[in-house]
């Protein structure tokens, strides 16, 4: 996820709003890196850059695989044993997460489940052939990575809002973490 951030900062120098269009074979949330996509998120709209994710695997299908017992308290994506289809799916599942999430909350769209990649690229264009941009600044300044909601609404009732952000993810100050904690929040 750090590579993505160098991304948006790149970007940022460019006119207007802006689209990364990313292709990959998903993109786990997992606890490690739910804090970093969040922040990338945030950095992201501030940038005004959106991300339009494509799974990069497309229509993909299963093959059965031999059902293996798999006591309840055992999580499966912890487990080191051949696949079976219901870790198969449940993988593709928390891949597809990071990608939906991503795009959602950066104003994009994911492209999951489909070979068809003229759709997204159609969405791209159409997002970025006419939109306004709007200035918002907090008067509370703290930094406690909450999620502040925004809400755009028009006076005029022949116009309407297509899509707005929902809001942003104030930055999280290092001293959230513990202190062995400190330099891996700075690094990211």
Do not use: W
Request: overall charge positive; aromatic content about 8%; proline content about 4%.
């Amino acid at each position: 996820l750090n590579q993505y951030f160098d991304l948006v900062e790149r970007m940022a120098a460019l006119p207007g709003k802006k689209s990364i269009v990313l292709m990959r074979p998903g993109l786990c949330l997992e606890p490690d890196n739910v804090g970093l996509l969040l922040d990338l998120s945030s950095f992201a709209v501030r940038k005004r850059v959106s991300f339009y994710t494509i799974d990069s695997r497309g229509l993909e299908s299963h093959l059965p695989a031999e059902e293996k017992f798999v006591p309840f308290m055992i999580d499966r994506r912890t487990r080191r044993t051949e696949p079976d289809l219901i870790g198969q799916l449940e993988m593709a599942e928390l891949a597809r997460d990071g990608l939906q999430s991503l795009a959602r909350e950066t104003g994009g769209k994911a492209h999951i489940g489909s070979n068809r990649l003229s759709e997204i690229f159609d969405r791209v264009a159409q997002d970025a052939s006419g939109y306004y941009v709007i200035s918002y600044y907090p008067v509370d300044l703290r930094s406690a990575g909450r999620f502040p909601t925004l809400k755009v609404s028009l006076k005029r009732g022949d116009a309407k809002v297509q899509q707005a952000t929902k809001g942003y993810y104030e930055t999280r100050s290092t001293s959230l973490f513990a202190k062995d904690d400190r330099g891996l929040a700075l690094r990211q």
